[in-house]
């Protein structure tokens, strides 16, 4: 398969349901294939309630997945080419932070307020 006719099924590719278990995010495509890759890829939806999790749209042309609650966006280009989260660790550091609230913009060993 030629690159160009590759980026082409990637493009007419279209999300057709999505579901989340503890361990998995499966992606049902317009074209029958099912793809599922380990949650813990996508460390936000891991770290999410299942009510957060089911909370999402698809973006764009049914193209990607967007999770509002986690601030979270997934291509299916990248689902179908088997990248993980590009995030991170401090930005996912600092999300953990905000979400349990104890996020602080002191540098370490800074005094209190």
Do not use: C
Request: net charge negative; proline share 6%.
């Amino acid at each position: 398969m030629t690159s160009s006719i590759m980026i082409d099924t990637l493009k007419i590719t279209q999300v057709q349901q999505v579901v989340i278990t503890d361990d998995l995010l499966t992606v049902n495509l317009s074209d029958g294939r099912i793809i599922s890759v380990p949650l813990a890829w996508y460390p936000r939806l891991l770290h999410g309630s299942q009510d957060e999790r089911n909370n999402w749209r698809l973006t764009g042309s049914k193209e990607g997945i967007h999770w509002p609650d986690l601030d979270e966006d997934i291509s299916i280009k990248n689902i179908i080419l088997g990248h993980p989260s590009g995030e991170s660790q401090k930005s996912l550091k600092r999300w953990l932070e905000l979400r349990t609230g104890t996020f602080t913009d002191r540098p370490p060993g800074a005094p209190g307020v």
